[in-house]
């Protein structure tokens, strides 16, 4: 192995700790408590270090979002599979995008209500957001009929997103978050009959 391969790999595995301790700190205490001042200290290694990795706190954010979002589209393949219909199949999707959500809170922030240098809908868009919303349009594109699946995609993925920051906030009744949820798909996706 040369000592080149062996940098990258340290180098590598620095920035997976850093993503990682970034994740458990916004997790436990919330986006407000990660500093790379404190960030520092808890993975103990300087300031300086952070930098050579990342320019700072919003490219660790974005790093975090993107891990986020490969996640995200780890999970909704087997939410689509699993159903029996395409009704059934955006059903699942949004169950499990709802439930992605309520178990990675902070997570979820970063990827959805934080302001990160990413680039959403370009060609330059790192390929896990890309992945995350094509699994959303992929459980849409069979219900589009008349519709631009593009645009029926992100409205359906705008009510569900809205549903939930409205009921995260305490806008919206946590005990009723499942009967919204079936509202939301039955207007995109009918029951059958």
Request: glycine letters at 4%; one cysteine or more; proline letters at 6%.
């Amino acid at each position: 192995m040369s000592i080149q391969t062996r940098h990258e790999r340290e180098r590598a595995e620095r920035e997976r700790l850093i993503v990682t301790a970034v994740r458990e700190l916004a997790e436990a205490e919330g986006w407000d408590a990660v500093t790379t001042r404190r960030l520092a200290a808890e993975i103990e290694y300087s300031r300086p270090v952070l930098y050579s990795h990342f320019k700072g706190k919003d490219a660790i954010m974005a790093a975090v979002a993107v891990q986020g979002f490969d996640e995200l589209a780890g999970e909704l393949p087997a939410a689509r599979a699993s159903a029996s219909s395409p009704r059934e199949a955006l059903a699942a999707v949004g169950r499990a995008y709802a439930d992605f959500c309520e178990q990675r809170p902070a997570l979820y922030d970063v990827m959805f209500t934080h302001a990160v240098d990413l680039l959403f809908a370009t060609p330059e868009t790192p390929a896990p957001l890309r992945a995350a919303s094509d699994e959303l349009r992929l459980a849409v594109v069979p219900l589009a009929t008349d519709e631009d699946p593009g645009v029926l995609t992100e409205t359906v993925w705008a009510g569900l997103h809205g549903l939930l920051t409205l009921m995260r906030s305490g806008r919206l009744r946590r005990e009723q978050h499942d009967h919204r949820l079936t509202l939301l798909i039955d207007r995109f996706a009918p029951p059958e009959n």
